[in-house]
């Protein structure tokens, strides 16, 4: 099923699974516990018709769809939540190994935005990520053209934002490839990019959590991105400047 016009997605960025790995029980327990009712016990069948999974964590266990999660939702078509994760075959950086993606899909309305960081915080612990976003769906499409790929002589990302290298580029799995609304960052990520700086960060850090893990959740501006909001689309830029590293603009 694809994500509603009005949706809040989150992706992680995590190691690949191996063995009997429980990362994906966790993910799904973690999403449930940071939406107190949120019931991810339906999948869908080819014909995108949701199937009821009658034990659900078995299933999860069984099917490693594609090295991963597979798809799972609840059955509230207003308020659709989804999960999903697959194993990408590049890496998260020059000469890193594939990695694991994990795929969130919230509702652009008051409960999701109101859930978004727990959510988030809670698949990144989960899934052991290195680092992890979210963004509003329309936003997400708008920053993917940051990217600047072999050919582009003249690249001129939208909204005067920075121009950022494609993974391969990248100099470390634990840098981001680029700012989410609300970005989660593992301890190792956090000091690849040097943050936080007490005299630097005092903004980010009145917006910002430490996880249990040592990581954190940074929220950028106080509602969802918005890039046609100047003051949002400053704050965004902000933060480029304040974090090189990320993008791999320069070498932490």
């Known amino acids: 099923m694809a994500a509603t016009q009005c949706s809040l997605i989150l992706i992680a960025y995590a190691p690949a699974l191996t063995g009997h790995d429980r990362r994906p029980l966790a993910i799904v327990h973690g999403v449930e516990h940071a939406l107190p009712g949120l019931r991810l016990e ?3 069948s080819e014909k995108e018709d949701l199937i009821a999974l009658r034990d659900r964590d078995a299933w999860i266990e069984a099917n490693r769809t594609n090295g991963g999660l597979p798809f799972l939702s609840n ?5 659709l939540v989804t999960v999903a994760g697959w194993e990408n075959p590049n890496g998260l950086a020059a000469g890193s190994p594939p990695h694991f993606e994990v795929h969130v899909d919230l509702p652009l309305d008051e409960s999701g935005i109101a859930a978004a960081a727990d959510v988030l915080e809670a698949v990144g612990a989960s899934a052991r990520a ?40 990248i100099p470390a799995p634990e840098i981001p490839h680029y700012l989410g609304w609300l970005n989660y960052w593992s301890a190792a990520t956090a000091q690849a990019i040097r943050f936080p700086d007490p005299d630097r960060d005092a903004d980010l850090l009145s917006r910002s959590r430490r996880t249990a893990t040592g990581g954190w959740v940074v929220m950028l501006t106080d509602e969802p991105l918005d890039l046609d909001d100047p003051a949002h689309l400053d704050a965004l830029k902000r933060a480029y400047e304040r974090f090189p590293e990320i993008g791999g603009r320069t070498a932490p």
Not at 133 to 160: I, S
């Open 75 to 79: 059955d509230d078509e207003t308020s």
């Open 42 to 44: 339906w999948t869908s």
């Open 130 to 169: 290195f680092w992890g976003r979210v963004l509003p769906e329309g936003v997400a499409v708008t920053m993917a053209q940051q990217f600047r790929h072999p050919g582009d002589k003249h690249h001129v990302p939208p909204k005067g934002l920075p121009s950022l290298k494609l993974p391969r580029d």
